[in-house]
């Protein structure tokens, strides 16, 4: 009989997301009629800009003629497209990253644990607690931890807590570790890190040999102008550093699938005879096996997004959601909530009132005032007593949610 990866059985239970949706259909069964507002996935609603619709049309027409119909493209990704993204995203900010270091994928949710397949399995692995759980839910199923405790961490990894006392902030280890999972503009927390707390963890990767797998995803939402959008703007951080970012917040790419990842052709590791290997290419072998590229249609939707028009369009629907935080920030705030993030991210992180654990104040939100959120503790066991509530969704519905929520939980 085959045999399965008993990896997964380490995962005792579901996937956060999951089973939120699992508690929402079931209380929507009983209560038919309730009104239920969901901010808690951090999916968008708001429809692609106008310069990404029309690009997809225009791709679509090019698929009908055979002249320009386009069948496998390179598992890299098209050229023109990787090449308006290292001019804009990276070079504009004084990044040294070449088209050539730019992987296009189906989104960063995958690439972050992809990843996994260039390294071995005897890297001692470092994470943020709270986390997104994929992190941690990857390394699980690929073998690099052991099992659960009771709290949910899982043996073999480090685990970095992150709370309001550091700013949600980790400190460096005290030991070494060899990969270092580090995500700014922080999901769950919406925290965001400087320049010089960068350089202190590019500093120690270095000086370690590590790898940092930093994700970007939330890049847009950055509005402070002293703060990066990428690793790759701290001095030292082309020999230490995978970046991964996605068009799905900022363009609204959530359903239509693009992102990329950055994978320097100065970053080596180390195999097994002690000799210096390039990730680049262990990565590029990867994607040439396992992939065979996001779509031309997709691909033309996300090159739209460097146009002039699809500048002033993205920039116009990371206002609209950091808007929707503002409100859910400042009205939770005078609801006596301790709220967190929600400035340069679209995630807002509050403390539980009434020392709350983190389910039972989803099962209270849920019950009380028909909104979804997230419970903290989903993130990793720092998480718990924590809640993260997301600000994609529409305007009338944030505004309805925060109306709800201050009638019920104002002090």
Known sequence: MATINDNYLKLKAGYLFPEIARRVNAFAQTNPDASIIKLGIGDVTEPLPEACRTAMIKAVEDMGDRATFKGYGPEQGYSWLREKIATQDFQARGCEIDAGEIFISDGSKCDTGNILDIFGSNNTIAVTDPVYPVYVDTNVMAGNTGSANDAGEFEGLVYLPISAENNFTAEIPSQKVDLIYLCFPNNPTGATASKDYLKTWVDYANSHGSII????????????????????????????????????KNAGFTGTRCALTVVPKTLTGKAADGSDVELWKLWNRRQSTKFNGVSYLVQRGAEAVYSEAGQGQVKALVSFYLENAKIIREQLTEAGLAVYGGI?????????????????????????????????????????GYFRISAFNSRENVNEAMKRILEKFKV
């Open 213 to 248: 797998l930093f994700d970007a995803a939330y890049e847009a939402f950055i509005t402070e102008p002293d703060l990066p959008h990428s690793i790759y703007e701290i001095e030292g951080a082309r020999n230490c550093a995978i970046e991964f970012r996605s068009f799905s």
């Open 344 to 384: 340069n991210a679209p995630y807002i992180w509050l403390k539980t009132p009434n020392e709350l654990s983190s389910w039972d104040f989803f099962d209270k939100l849920l019950q009380t005032t028909n909104i979804v959120g997230t419970p903290g503790s989903g993130f990793g066991a720092a998480g718990e």
